[in-house]
C-alpha cells in the first residue's frame, strides 16, 4: 500500500515518478523490490499496457525500479510527452483554472514538479521559472535573485504567504 497506483493518466505520471522515486532511494533493497511490486500497483491503461510487453521484457522491468521506470519512461515519456509537458510547465500560471484556491506554496510545489521533470536546469533558473508564473505583485515581497536554491524560495513563499494573499486580494 505504500506505492502508490498510476492508471495510466500522462497528467499524473510527474507526480506518481516523484512519489516511487523517492521510496526507491530508501535502500537499494527497496529499489529492487520495486521492480515487482510496481506492475502490480499499476491500474487501467497503464496496467494493459504493462500486461502487453513480452515477457522477457517484463522480466527485465520486475529487476528493479530503475529498469520499469525506463521501460515506462520510453513508452510514456516520449519525446511528444516531454514537449507537452515542457510546454505546460512554462506556461503554468499561480491560481490558474482548475487551481483558483491554491495558496503560494501549492503553485510552487505544482509548478517545481513538473519543471524538474521536463528540464535539468539549476535551481536558480526553476526559481525564475516559478516566479515567471506568479503574480508581479509577488516580486516586491519575494525578491527572487537573493535565493541559491529552490528551498530557500519555497521558505520564503511559506514564510509570507499570508501577505502575498493579501495583495493578491487588493
Known amino acids: 500500500d505504500i506505492v502508490p497506483t498510476w492508471d495510466g493518466d500522462a497528467s499524473s505520471l510527474a507526480r506518481w515518478v516523484i512519489r516511487v522515486n523517492a521510496i526507491a532511494k530508501k535502500s537499494d533493497t527497496i529499489r529492487a523490490q520495486l521492480g515487482t511490486i510496481v506492475p502490480q500497483r499499476l491500474t487501467g491503461r497503464a496496467e494493459r499496457w504493462y500486461y502487453s510487453l513480452p515477457e522477457p521484457r517484463r522480466e527485465d522491468c520486475e529487476r528493479g525500479w530503475d529498469e520499469i521506470r525506463a521501460v515506462i519512461g520510453s513508452f510514456y515519456m516520449n519525446r511528444s510527452w516531454l514537449d ?36 535539468d536546469n539549476s535551481e536558480r533558473e526553476i526559481n525564475a521559472d516559478i516566479m515567471a508564473g506568479a503574480p508581479f ?15 530557500e524560495l519555497q521558505t520564503a513563499l511559506k514564510l509570507r504567504e499570508e501577505e502575498l494573499l493579501r495583495v493578491e486580494a487588493l
Open 84 to 119: 507537452k509537458t515542457r510546454k505546460e510547465a512554462l506556461a503554468l500560471k499561480y491560481r490558474e483554472r482548475g487551481h483558483e484556491h491554491e495558496y503560494p506554496s501549492d503553485y510552487f510545489i505544482r509548478k517545481k514538479e513538473l519543471l524538474e521533470l521536463a528540464y
Open 137 to 151: 505583485s509577488w516580486h516586491t515581497l519575494i525578491p527572487v535573485d537573493s535565493f541559491d536554491s529552490t528551498e
